[in-house]
């Protein structure tokens, strides 16, 4: 149940409508099934129902974010027996069909995504078309890694595999989630490492939580001491967990301060000042219509029509990603807009495009980035921050 809080990267991801907040809620589902097998007897009882339902997760994760995969190797150690698996791998393969449906008019756009990520070595496909960079791929693994989110939880399970191997002990079903725990981390670590981004590895960093109670319970299986030892990794055991639970507290208070003066920040300039003005917003600026805007410029325009109605005119955004200058109702010639306006007003975050789009379709305007905030540029002419 700690499993949202390890990390901040999971607390700030899981807000946004993104793949991210999808997966937050897969692991958890993923960790309950894991921690209901353990029951004694249950896979043996129930196992292909286990299997199916480990499927359905397993392919709703990765039809949520492919990069998300290698955390579906866990369930495979835990299953056991060739025939479990076999169910669990239809069962995954099914799922993502299914979950893929909403999506399947863009799968050549997928498949040819697919293939420019695989062969690129720098981020987005882009670098050598040599799968890997070998000269930077190394400390990318070891940065990753660098994390104590991932590297202690993996040694610390690794260790305790190796003891249970010495003692000769037979590797029960904590023991084997245990192993397919590593070998998830390690396999995610060196997909992710191709472009090192902190958020693909969310998963991972839940799964943190399942290795400590794995280790917990393999561990206590050696029967190591007498009852006042127990008692003690009990207690410390406890006190590890508390320890997690008070960090994040403060965390969860830190993230809520900072998006708190974020919002005060935005707020010391409102867009409604200059509605007089053409306004310009550019990628990614305090505005509820850039948002929708944005949002439907991605799902190709389908909701264009729709959020034009009742909206006011003369409010335009620059996509960077095309370089175009755009309303609700398509492309438009920047250059007109603002020469027909009283006054201009721009804003967002990603200044260094917007500026140089200026520079090049009308390099006469003049203006002042006076109205900036710690957060925003925002670029105004003919008007002053109070929308005189």
């Known amino acids: 149940q700690t499993a949202p809080f390890l990390s901040m990267v999971i607390l700030k991801n899981s807000y946004h409508v993104k793949p991210e907040a999808l997966l937050v809620f897969t692991m958890l589902i993923l960790f309950t099934i894991v921690i209901m097998a353990f029951r004694p007897g249950e896979t043996e009882k129930h196992g292909i129902r286990y299997a199916i339902a480990f499927g359905a997760v397993a392919g709703f994760g990765v039809a949520t974010k492919i990069v998300a995969g290698p955390v579906f190797i866990i369930p495979l150690f835990l299953l056991g027996s060739p025939r479990r698996v076999a169910v669990y791998a239809a069962a995954a393969l099914a799922f993502f069909i299914l979950f893929f449906l909403p999506g399947l008019g863009s799968l050549g756009h997928f498949i040819d995504w697919l293939s420019k990520l695989a062969m690129g070595s720098g981020a987005y496909g882009t670098g050598a078309q040599t799968i890997i960079d070998i000269s930077r791929y190394p400390g990318s693994v070891l940065k990753i890694f660098s994390r104590p989110i991932l590297s202690l939880p993996f040694l610390i399970g690794l260790g305790v595999l190796v003891a249970v191997w010495r003692r000769r002990n037979t590797y029960g079903p904590e023991a084997r989630t245990l192993a397919g725990y590593c070998l998830a981390v390690l396999v995610h670590v060196l997909l992710v490492a191709k472009q090192p981004t902190a958020m693909y590895l969310i998963p991972s960093y839940m799964a943190a939580a399942l290795a400590i109670v794995l280790i917990q319970r393999v561990v206590s299986g050696f029967d190591l001491g007498g009852d006042r030892l127990r008692y003690r990794a009990g207690l410390g055991f406890a006190l590890l967990i508390g320890g997690l639970v008070a960090a994040q507290a403060f965390s969860v208070v830190g993230l809520d301060r900072e998006l708190t003066g974020k919002r005060r920040t935005a707020e010391q300039v409102q867009n409604e000042t200059f509605r007089k003005c053409v306004r310009i917003y550019f990628f990614a600026p305090s505005s509820r219509r850039y948002a929708l805007a944005y949002g439907d410029w991605w799902s190709g325009g389908n909701f264009s029509a729709i959020l034009a109605a009742g909206q006011p005119a003369d409010v335009y955004w620059y996509q960077q ?29 990603h200044k260094a495009d917007i500026i140089g789009y200026l520079k090049e379709k009308v390099p006469d305007f003049t203006y002042s980035a006076s109205c900036s905030t710690r957060d925003e540029t925002i670029l105004t002419s003919g008007v002053d921050c109070s929308g005189r």
């Open 321 to 349: 990603d095309t370089r175009d200058f755009r309303d609700w109702k398509g492309s438009r010639d920047i250059k007109k807009v603002i020469a027909n306006a009283s006054c201009v007003m721009a804003r967002g975050t």
